[in-house]
């Protein structure tokens, strides 16, 4: 496979699922190939599922894999679980998914990568400024992207709003939970939005997960400073976002060793 090409794998609540991206495009150049997440969700049996949906494209040793999971990852190690099992907390899953894939790959938070995704090829094109990019579905997700440079691992859908965490009334599931009727929920986002406009400011906001097919029902009613408009990759931008990032920090990586390389034959000469 060409070396424009880098592989996305999205873990979900429901299905895990896999495709090669053009970077160039951010289109998948084959279908997606998706599997049952296992239940239980342990870490091992979702590892051996990544491991699956990686094996079925059967990437090149070079090619870069990015991984998304639904809660805040550093270096590699999920560090929070909102909204699964909590035995994940302290699973390096970067190293399992090695283990089962023979393959390194690159784990990042699931908004963060739909934001990245979406700053690179969707409703954020390429954009300077501050973007925050919050996806409506079991929890709320947030991706904050400031001058190109994501910030990872922001957390705004815990932000409390009267005590109570903003994704507890103004996730997509909350509509469902509280028995919300649509008015009744645009209640709970205008004051979720307000709140993060005043703390963030930020020039663009762009609403993903399964509700922005929806968009046009709530985003006309909300009254804020910046701009609020649908994402664009709908449900691909989990998987172009990871292979994306995946392969930005691969650059960095290899850019960096270039760099200290050249310092170091420089002090030798
Ligand atoms: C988690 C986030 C995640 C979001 C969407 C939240 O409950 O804390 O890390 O991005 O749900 O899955």
């Known amino acids: 496979m060409s070396k424009h090409i880098a592989l996305g794998v999205d873990i979900g609540g429901s299905g895990i699922k896999g495709a090669p991206v053009d970077l160039r495009t951010g289109e998948l150049t084959e279908d997606r190939y998706r599997i049952p997440t296992p239940q239980p969700s342990t870490p091992d049996a979702v590892a051996r599922t990544v491991a699956e949906v990686i094996a079925r494209f059967e990437p090149s040793r070079k090619m870069s894999v990015g991984v998304t999971f639904p809660g805040v990852i550093q270096d590699g190690i999920v560090k929070t679980a909102a909204n699964v099992d909590d035995q994940w907390i302290g699973t390096n899953l970067r190293q399992i998914i090695r283990d089962y894939a023979g393959h390194d790959v690159v784990v990042l938070n699931d908004a963060d990568a739909a934001g990245y995704g979406e700053f690179k090829y969707g409703a954020a094109h390429e954009r300077d400024g501050s973007i925050l990019l919050t996806t409506l579905g079991t929890g709320i997700g947030t991706a904050l992207i400031v001058d190109g440079t994501l910030v990872l691992n922001t957390e705004f859908g815990h932000s409390e709003i009267d005590g109570v965490e903003a994704e507890e009334y103004a996730a997509e599931s909350s509509r469902e939970r509280h028995n919300l009727s649509m008015d009744e929920w645009i209640v709970h986002l205008q004051r979720y939005y307000s709140e ?74």
């Open 196 to 269: 993060m406009e005043k703390l963030l400011w930020p020039d663009l906001i762009i609403v993903g997960g399964g509700v922005s097919k929806h968009s046009k029902e709530f985003l006309p009613k909300l009254r804020l400073r910046a701009p609020i408009v649908p994402a664009e990759l709908l449900n691909q931008a989990g998987i172009v976002g990871a292979a994306a990032h995946a392969h930005h920090v691969h650059q960095r990586n290899a850019d960096a060793a270039k760099a200290a390389e050249k310092k170091a034959k420089k002090h030798r000469h």
